[in-house]
């Protein structure tokens, strides 16, 4: 239905998505609007399309799904607009006496004669000049936004292409809408391509072609490649636009002319010499960390004799004895500007960052400890004893202009403001990615010792790049490897049998241990019953562990026990329906029980998962009495948290992340979270959970590896139970073949030391 009237009064607008809320009087009716209204004021004629909305909390509301903003009629509706303060500097007197002035023609003067205001009291030339420009202004968004919806442009989306392009948006958008993808966050190749069908811009396009063979790259970088093969980007390009493989041959040779690609040729997983394509982008930052290691990688001078001695002193303290590995280690980090540090569980990692922080200690020397994620620093913190933080926080992100979107880090740390740090200590390095690690490096000056330790044998980063093995690879930097498991850990059935799956040796599976449980079961139903009952009942009270700690593991995202279909079952019996708890539609699709697809449920109470960077998004930590003692910006793929509140009115939802960072989403950004009783192991990369439960059934042979399988039963601190079957169990230990994930760093580092030698 359509509603026409003048805004009365705008009660909220989110300034990210224009979602506002306002009072519309129509017909001398007063009716509360909620909608997308990005671009209009007070005072306005506008005529709405939508349907009233009964709201539990609010009552009756009209729900706009689309508007149009009329010219005002008559004067008294140019006067209601003018006064309403919707040009600035023109209040209630002055919008009279411009009325009085030019009545019904007032907006006709002030579009195409807007000299002639002067002839209004109270108005100079300057001021005249001033609110010509505002009213031009607002007709050139207004006629914008209008074109925009013309090719299904969401309003939300045709504000930010608006901001970023201004007047140039109807030539750009005829003759190139692909710049969209490059330019704006949230906008990919597929929205451009469908803007690029309705302007009639042709198949075999050369723009279209160039977006492609670069949204291929963008999608291989999502699966944690670099680069990849030159056939390999030529197969997906062509199958991705339906063009012959010659056209896409030509433009990748174009755009490496042009230095957007970058080809380089490799070896591949046979050794043969393959070449590469690299974004741009990519290869720099791959030549730049290699530059930057190996500008790191300094001696330092102190005597093994004086190392020994100090150790000694460390252990009598600490009452603790460290291993020839563990000692070597040590003495790698006092002696050298850059080390590796890289075991399994149980084999002393912590004692020997430990033992160095008291070494360091003793030197007065200033240590920074990081992670890649609040859990990982907030474990390292319990394990030394000392304060450790994100590595983005200890860089200090500042979130970056507003325009930068969600995937671009801008940190207040940099090769121009270093860390002022004589030691830093990273640990979980398996998870750093490219672009993390770059931005760590340009903080560190050469002359500060850079430790960097994780477990090598773990899945590698969500991100692009396989840094920690990269540069294990490359043999260019000390690497100390820690291989003993300690009596203590060696009393975990977890830990014995993780080091037994890396090895490919088989596990016994009776039973009888306290920490590692499997149930055999067969049938898909019945296993979510039991991973059911694990997490409701029996592992909190094993583990002495709150029901939301308890968290399953699943290899897959599709299928009965995929991340899917276990959360919608999981939510069902550890939140369910409740009319004290809000919920709303959520935006992830889920696999229903019976095959089908089942749109998803958000409810105040849920355990959800952020699934992308968002380097803008504030956070707070807030006391009792709800006031902010801490802010900041930022929340990253794989942070987890509780929804606490459900805003149906501002159209928002409240999360709280770990260390009690409380961030609000507006109901539009929903899609950066997804529901968590159940993630992936992949997403649990350097968590670590009281009680780990993994149903494990079936699945694509490259995946159900033994990588993965470490990885998952690695993240349980107490108890880890699989549930499925005991043959793909076994099978994934003996499948030793990673994911392949193509990177070029570890030549990069070979080839840049190489180029530096000869230059000496």
């Known amino acids: 239905m359509k509603l026409e009237g003048y805004v009365e009064h705008i009660i909220y ?51 706009s799904e689309r508007f149009e903003v009329k010219t005002p009629k008559d004067a008294l509706a140019m006067e209601r607009y003018l006064a309403s303060g919707a040009v600035k500097g023109v209040g209630a007197a002055l919008a009279a006496r411009i009325v009085r002035r030019f009545g019904a023609k007032t907006f006709e003067i002030m579009e195409r004669e807007p000299e002639r205001l002067a002839e209004v009291k109270g108005i100079s030339e300057r001021k005249a000049r001033e609110i010509a420009e505002q009213m031009e202004e607002k007709r050139d968004l207004r006629d914008a936004m209008v074109f925009l919806q013309e090719y299904g442009i969401s309003m939300n989306l045709a504000v930010k292409i608006y901001q970023q392009y201004g007047q140039e948006i109807y030539r750009m958008i005829k003759e190139n809408p692909y710049r969209l993808a490059d330019d704006i966050a949230g906008v990919g190749f597929r929205t451009a391509d469908e803007i690029a069908k309705r302007v009639g811009i042709r198949e075999d396009s050369d723009f279209r072609i160039r977006s492609g063979i670069l949204y291929t790259l963008l999608n291989a970088s999502a699966e944690g490649h670099t680069c990849i093969p030159e056939t390999m980007l030529l197969n997906r390009t062509v199958e991705l636009l339906g063009v012959p493989p010659e056209s896409v041959e030509r433009h990748v040779s174009d755009l490496s002319i042009d230095r957007k690609l970058i080809k380089k040729t490799l070896p591949d997983s046979r050794g043969q010499e393959t070449v ?29 004799a004086v190392i020994e001695t100090r150790l000694s002193k460390i252990e009598k303290a600490t009452k603790t004895t460290l291993d020839e590995h563990q000692r070597e280690a040590v003495a790698a980090a006092v002696q050298n500007g850059l080390l590796i540090l890289t075991g399994g569980p149980g084999t002393g990692k912590t004692t020997t960052i430990n033992a160095m922080i008291h070494y360091f200690e003793a030197e007065n020397l200033d240590i920074f400890l990081a992670a890649p994620t609040g859990r990982a620093a907030k474990r390292m913190t319990e394990a030394t004893g000392c304060q450790a ?32 740090a004589d030691v830093i200590i990273i640990d979980e390095m ?7 690690m770059q931005a760590l490096l340009k903080a560190v000056v050469p002359g500060t010792r850079l430790i960097l330790v994780g477990d090598v044998n773990q899945l590698p980063s969500v991100g692009p790049g396989s840094i920690l093995q990269d540069m294990i690879r490359s043999e260019a930097f000390p690497v100390v490897r820690l291989t003993k498991i300690f009596r203590q850990a060696a009393e975990s059935d977890i830990i014995v049998n993780a080091h037994k799956i890396n090895r490919g040796e088989q596990v016994t599976l009776d039973n009888k241990s306290r920490d590692f449980f499997f149930l055999q079961r067969q049938d898909p139903n019945i296993i979510l019953r039991v991973v059911l009952a694990l997490v409701q009942e029996k592992m909190p009270r094993y583990v ?115 260390e009690g960072r409380m961030a609000s989403y507006p109901f539009k950004q929903l899609d950066e979270l997804e529901l968590a009783y159940a993630i992936t192991v992949h997403k649990s990369q350097g968590s670590e959970y009281p009680a780990v439960v993994i149903p494990l059934l079936s699945g694509p042979r490259p995946l159900m ?56």
């Open 13 to 63: 607008r989110n300034a990210e998505n224009g979602y506002s809320v306002l009072n519309l009087v129509s017909d001398e009716d007063e009716i509360t609007v909620v909608g997308i209204f990005s671009y209009i004021s007070e005072g306005e004629l506008v005529e709405l399309e939508g349907d009233y909305t009964e709201h539990p909390m609010y009552g009756q509301q009209f729900k």
């Open 544 to 658: 002495g562990a709150e029901i939301s700690d308890i968290q399953v593991l699943t290899p897959m995202r599709k299928g009965a026990l995929g991340v899917e279909n276990l959360n919608r079952v999981l939510q069902r019996y550890l939140n369910p329906e409740d009319k004290d708890k809000t919920e709303i539609p959520f935006g992830h699709v889920t696999q229903a029980e019976d095959g089908g697809a089942g749109k998803g449920i958000l409810r105040v109470g849920d355990k959800v998962m952020q699934i992308r960077n968002n380097y803008q998004l504030e956070w707070e930590v807030r006391n009792r009495y709800g006031i902010a003692i801490d802010k900041g910006v930022g929340v990253f793929n794989g942070d987890m948290g509780i929804v606490r509140t459900i805003n149906t009115f501002a159209e928002e939802v409240t999360v709280e992340f770990d």
């Open 389 to 420: 933080q994100t590595i983005h926080r200890m860089l200090e992100l500042s979130g970056g202009p507003e325009n930068a979107g969600v995937g671009r880090a801008m940190f207040a740390r940099n090769e121009e403001n270093p860390l002022e």
């Open 705 to 760: 590896n033994r990588n993965l399988l470490y990885t998952a039963v690695t993240r349980a601190r107490s108890c880890v139970t699989l549930v499925g079957s005991a043959s793909t169990f076994q099978a994934m230990i003996e499948n030793g073949t990673e994911q392949k994930r193509y990177t070029g760093l570890c030549e990069t580092i070979k080839s840049y030391i190489s180029s530096q030698m000869s230059d000496l």
């Open 276 to 304: 590469f394509v690299y974004a741009a982008s990519y290869y720099y930052a791959e030549l730049s960390i290699a530059a930057m290691l190996y500008h790191l990688n300094l001696s330092m001078d102190e005597t093994d």
């Open 430 to 436: 398996s998870m750093v990615d490219l672009h993390l």
